[in-house]
T-cell receptor, first 114, second 115 residues
Framework: DQQVKQNSPSLSVQEGRISILNCDYTNSMFDYFLWYKKYPAEGPTFLISISSIKDKNEDGRFTVFLNKSAKHLSLHIVPSQPGDSAVYFCAASAVETSGSRLTFGEGTQLTVNP | EPEVTQTPSHQVTQMGQEVILRCVPISNHLYFYWYRQILGQKVEFLVSFYNNEISEKSEIFDDQFSVERPDGSNFTLKIRSTKLEDSAMYFC?????????????FGDGTRLSIL
């Protein structure tokens, strides 16, 4: 299942700098996108979402950008903090499904160095 | 902050045995889900549940799997006759409503190990 893809398995940034996590999708029926953060031995924690009718959504240090024509979204974290070190998952839900099935990407391990 | 709780945190079972994974969703949530993550693979959807019935299931969710809400608080996933390939992290999630995009809130998972 390659419908949602996160091509970078890892990303390392310095504290205070911007972290940019990327996600690509192939299913044009996806209409809602979510980002989750996961610490070891914990479940995914919801961070931020965006509807396909928008191109940007912001919540504090987190901003998600959606480029529908490119089928690409990104999560920006600024400024990055050491506590942001975690695995970040991109997820999407599609119009044609009856429920709210989420399709996940592989995840990107973010490390923020002090 | 309300949270989804899952028990046990780790379950070890012999192949062929039945296993029941338990979840207590957030109390005012109406939609419930199970996902799994095999080691090194993506988180995969298994099933969604609303109003005491399955609303959607994936191709993974075959006749060996069943879900139940036996009382007002618990939501369970049963695997009837476990196989080695059922070894995975199983996550329960719940959401306030089923509209697409409503964030699903996840528990910390049950690690299922089949021997």
């Amino acid at each position: 299942d390659q419908q949602v893809k996160q091509n970078s398995p890892s990303l390392s940034v310095q504290e205070g700098r911007i972290s940019i996590l990327n996600c690509d999708y192939t299913n044009s029926m996806f209409d809602y996108f979510l980002w989750y953060k996961k610490y070891p031995a914990e479940g995914p924690t919801f961070l931020i979402s965006i509807s396909s009718i928008k191109d940007k959504n912001e919540d504090g240090r987190f901003t998600v950008f959606l480029n529908k024509s490119a089928k690409h979204l990104s999560l920006h974290i600024v400024p990055s903090q050491p506590g942001d070190s975690a695995v970040y998952f991109c997820a999407a839900s599609a119009v044609e499904t009856s429920g709210s099935r989420l399709t996940f990407g592989e995840g990107t391990q973010l490390t923020v160095n002090p | 902050e309300p949270e989804v709780t899952q028990t046990p945190s780790h379950q070890v079972t012999q192949m062929g045995q039945e296993v029941i994974l338990r979840c207590v969703p957030i109390s005012n949530h109406l939609y419930f889900y199970w996902y799994r993550q095999i080691l090194g693979q993506k988180v995969e959807f298994l099933v969604s549940f609303y109003n005491n019935e399955i609303s959607e299931k994936s191709e993974i969710f075959d006749d060996q799997f069943s879900v139940e809400r036996p009382d007002g608080s618990n939501f369970t996933l049963k695997i009837r006759s476990t196989k080695l390939e059922d070894s995975a992290m199983y996550f329960c999630a719940s959401s306030e409503a089923g509209e697409r995009g409503q964030p699903q809130h996840f528990g910390d998972g049950t690690r299922l190990s089949i021997l």
